[in-house]
């Protein structure tokens, strides 16, 4: 069990979120305290993990490259993580206090060991300097950093039945193509690109050109077709808040809400999308709660038909069930 207390693990997932994610930290409040201790816990994990491979601290000095682990420090680093993962599984003492929230959630809500060593493959795809060539590359990277956290945090929601799960990625893979579209240029000023290759040829900007001033329209184009390939995942995602508790029904649609309206702004700014970073003003934020709520509340009466076949879907998933319908949560009474 861990050393430390509930309530210091619980105070510091609150100040990491905070500090971490606005935007998501503004609809983690919409659930109930069982569920939004989980959450917390669970974000608090992986900002850690994408903290210490990057060698920042909360996300400061994404853009300094200078401050960049070297590729050997980083993989030493990626090693440890995967080392207190399987600890923390084990059952034994953490006395990090990330690790020690993620035990706690993790045996609280039972959530796979392989969705947690498939967030930290993500990280590996970083420090391997992994390029990617289609959008399909693109994706699967998504699924790591992202879309496996849909997977964890449905778990955390009580969620467990395949289509949920795969609504559940589908969202975790809209947010990151929208934050890809949000930092093209950061990331290029690191050395990261996640754009696929071929569009960047078709655009006729070199990959080590993206942060330059004279290809920001080309470059407006690519974020635009990003946002727009986002929103069938967007779609699908609002279809799978039925299956969810009425509370994180509303937050989840929220934080939906909030991160597709980052992707409308980086799309509306086109080329001076990067001038600062694309956000959301206090006032629009919560007019998005607002209306995630409303959502939540028409989705007790919503009929959602099967997920699109030509979606990308996660590895390892299940045949999706032919039915369309409530899902299986939603039914039991959630």
């Given at each position: 069990?861990?050393?430390?207390?509930?309530?210091?693990?619980?105070?510091?997932?609150?100040?990491?979120?905070?500090?971490g994610s606005k935007s998501f930290a503004a609809a983690a409040k919409?659930?109930?305290?069982?569920?939004?201790?989980?959450?917390?816990?669970?974000?608090?994990?992986?900002?850690?993990?994408?903290?210490?491979?990057?060698?920042?601290?909360?996300?400061?000095?994404?853009?300094?490259?200078?401050?960049?682990?070297?590729?050997?420090?980083?993989?030493?680093?990626?090693?440890?993580?995967?080392?207190?993962?399987?600890?923390?599984?084990?059952?034994?003492?953490?006395?990090?206090?990330?690790?020690?929230?993620?035990?706690?959630?993790?045996?609280?809500?039972?959530?796979?060991?392989?969705?947690?060593?498939?967030?930290?493959?993500?990280?590996?795809?970083?420090?391997?300097?992994?390029?990617?060539?289609?959008?399909?590359?693109?994706?699967?990277?998504?699924?790591?950093?992202?879309?496996?956290?849909?997977?964890?945090?449905?778990?955390?929601?009580?969620?467990?039945?395949?289509?949920?799960?795969?609504?559940?990625?589908?969202?975790?893979?809209?947010?990151?193509?929208?934050?890809?579209?949000?930092?093209?240029?950061?990331?290029?000023?690191?050395?990261?690109?996640?754009?696929?290759?071929?569009?960047?040829?078709?655009?006729?900007?070199?990959?080590?050109?993206?942060?330059?001033?004279?290809?920001?329209?080309a470059l407006a184009r690519l974020a635009a077709r990003l946002v727009?390939?986002?929103?069938?995942?967007?779609?699908?995602?609002?279809?799978?808040?039925?299956?969810?508790?009425?509370?994180?029904?509303?937050?989840?649609?929220?934080?939906?809400?909030?991160?597709?309206?980052?992707?409308?702004?980086?799309?509306?700014?086109?080329?001076?999308?990067?001038?600062?970073?694309?956000?959301?003003?206090?006032?629009?934020?919560?007019?998005?709660?607002?209306?995630?709520?409303?959502?939540?509340?028409?989705?007790?009466?919503?009929?959602?038909?099967?997920?699109p076949a030509q979606l990308w879907r996660r590895p390892g998933a299940?045949?999706?069930?032919?039915?369309?319908?409530?899902?299986?949560?939603?039914?039991?009474?959630?």
């Amino acid at each position: 069990m861990s050393a430390q207390s509930d309530g210091s693990l619980l105070d510091h997932a609150t100040q990491t979120i905070e500090v971490g994610s606005k935007s998501f930290a503004a609809a983690a409040k919409l659930f109930d305290p069982e569920t939004r201790r989980g959450v917390l816990m669970l974000y608090a994990w992986c900002r850690h993990c994408d903290d210490v491979v990057d060698g920042q601290e909360l996300g400061i000095n994404h853009a300094d490259a200078g401050s960049a682990q070297t590729p050997q420090e980083a993989r030493r680093q990626l090693e440890l993580l995967r080392e207190q993962t399987r600890r923390a599984y084990a059952g034994e003492p953490m006395q990090d206090r990330a690790f020690a929230a993620f035990q706690d959630v993790a045996r609280r809500h039972a959530i796979a060991p392989r969705y947690a060593y498939d967030h930290l493959a993500g990280f590996a795809m970083d420090v391997d300097e992994v390029r990617y060539e289609t959008i399909e590359d693109t994706l699967r990277y998504c699924y790591h950093v992202a879309g496996v956290v849909g997977l964890m945090m449905a778990s955390i929601m009580g969620a467990h039945d395949e289509a949920t799960l795969d609504r559940a990625c589908d969202l975790g893979l809209a947010f990151q193509l929208t934050n890809i579209a949000r930092d093209i240029v950061e990331d290029a000023r690191v050395g990261r690109c996640y754009l696929p290759a071929a569009w960047l040829r078709e655009a006729g900007i070199p990959r080590d050109e993206i942060a330059l001033e004279r290809h920001r329209a080309a470059l407006a184009r690519l974020a635009a077709r990003l946002v727009d390939h986002a929103e069938p995942y967007y779609d699908s995602a609002l279809d799978g808040i039925a299956a969810l508790p009425l509370r994180s029904a509303w937050a989840i649609a929220s934080a939906r809400n909030v991160y597709r309206e980052i992707g409308i702004v980086v799309k509306r700014r086109g080329a001076r999308a990067w001038d600062e970073r694309a956000g959301t003003s206090k006032a629009t934020k919560l007019w998005l709660l607002a209306k995630g709520g409303a959502g939540a509340l028409s989705s007790r009466w919503a009929r959602t038909g099967p997920r699109p076949a030509q979606l990308w879907r996660r590895p390892g998933a299940e045949p999706a069930a032919s039915s369309g319908g409530r899902h299986a949560m939603h039914a039991a009474g959630a």
